[in-house]
């Protein structure tokens, strides 16, 4: 919407789901053909749409090289380790070989890697919580429809269970049984995640086994898995949420760190990757943590500290309810204005 907004316009080419042409809100979306994260389409709808310019928003590595042949690329990169991945340096050194390439950042951490890798100075275009996510809503609706009593305190985490456990579910699940032990009775924790994935933690068997039958509660697999929850129902949660955990080994910008403070809901993360840009004593709690080799990346990680993301939550637990002014007005420097202006300086860079 801010490339538009920017007087562009603007067609999708789809990542996943899309195999017939469609329009949302005003968007053309076109097919992601027969390959996995639509690869194969991309070239054929950027010569559709008669595209002067391509704007990928995914891991660079997840989509092949030789379709980017002859195209303007500016690959908006998510970066979460340190140095690059291995994955990221050999996708941009293979497309830079046939595309007019323009990497940009969506964190200063990810120009900073990126300037490590040998790429100069790369921009900054900062991802944004959506319009949805404002300090407005009614704090008391998610907690009324979902069982929560006024009276508790409530943590919510959203992030994909998978097999590299990025999230660190393991670290949240430990901490946050560190605060039923100290509060039995008064607090809850919101998983918007997959339970039991077939690949990554089994995160309602790990529940059971830290003692939090009656304390987790998780999002719906089928509503999760076909993405039938609209960003008003999200924002509802984070919204009555009192601290949104966004606690990770790694993230390339962190969008619902971004969507809980445009709520007004102070955030715990780990002191890592791009979290340092969003969380200050003011607003959040940051967590130490110790390197982790990641093999696919051949690069590092954060692993947070349990102990460290537990003293978080006990600080929150004491004081998130007084900071909830100051998430906001941290939050809503971190919305599409924001990002409609980085892209517009970028583009009239090129």
């Known amino acids: 919407m801010a490339l538009r907004d920017l007087g562009h316009d603007v067609a999708i080419s789809a990542f996943a789901g899309c195999h017939e042409e469609r329009e949302w809100q005003g968007f053309p979306i076109m097919g992601v053909g027969s390959v996995a994260h639509g690869n194969g389409a991309i070239a054929g709808n950027y010569a559709r749409w008669k595209a002067d310019l391509l704007v990928t928003l995914t891991d660079t590595w997840v989509m092949l090289p030789y379709q980017f042949a002859g195209l303007t690329v500016l690959p908006w990169v998510p970066i979460d380790c340190d140095p690059l991945s291995v994955m990221d340096t050999m996708w941009l050194a293979e497309v830079a070989k046939i595309a007019d390439l323009h990497p940009v950042a969506m964190s200063a ?10 790429w100069g100075e790369v921009p900054v275009v900062p991802h944004a919580a959506g319009p949805a996510f404002h300090p407005g809503l009614d704090r008391s609706v998610w907690r009324r429809e979902n069982g929560v009593p006024a009276g508790t305190f409530l943590v919510a985490k959203i992030g994909v269970n998978n097999e590299d456990d990025r999230k660190a579910f393991d670290v949240s699940m430990q901490a946050f049984a560190a605060l039923v032990a100290r509060h039995p009775g008064k607090v809850a924790l919101y998983l918007h995640t997959e339970a039991q994935p077939h690949k990554g933690p089994n995160l309602a068997r790990m529940a059971l086994n830290l003692g939090l039958k009656h304390h987790v509660k998780f999002a719906d697999g089928y509503r999760r898995s076909a993405d039938l929850y609209p960003a008003t129902e999200m924002a509802s949660m984070l919204a009555g949420a009192d601290m949104a955990d966004v606690v990770s ?15 007004g809901t102070p955030v715990t993360g780990c002191r890592n990757s791009a979290m340092t840009e969003k969380i200050s004593a003011g607003w959040g709690w940051l967590a130490g943590g110790q390197r982790e080799w990641i093999r696919h990346h051949q690069s590092w990680w954060v692993t947070p500290s349990v102990a460290e993301v ?3 939550y006990e600080a929150a637990y004491a ?3 007084r900071m909830r002014g100051a998430a906001a007005k941290a939050g809503a420097g971190m919305g599409a204005a924001a990002m409609g202006a980085a892209w517009e300086r970028v583009l009239a860079g090129l």
Request: hydrophobic content about 40%; some cysteine; charged content about 20%.
């Open 310 to 312: 537990a003293r978080a």
């Open 109 to 118: 951490h990810g120009s900073r890697v990126l300037a490590g890798a040998g």
């Open 249 to 263: 080994r790694g993230e390339g910008y962190g969008v619902p760190a971004a969507e809980a403070l445009a709520c």
């Open 319 to 321: 004081g998130a309810r």
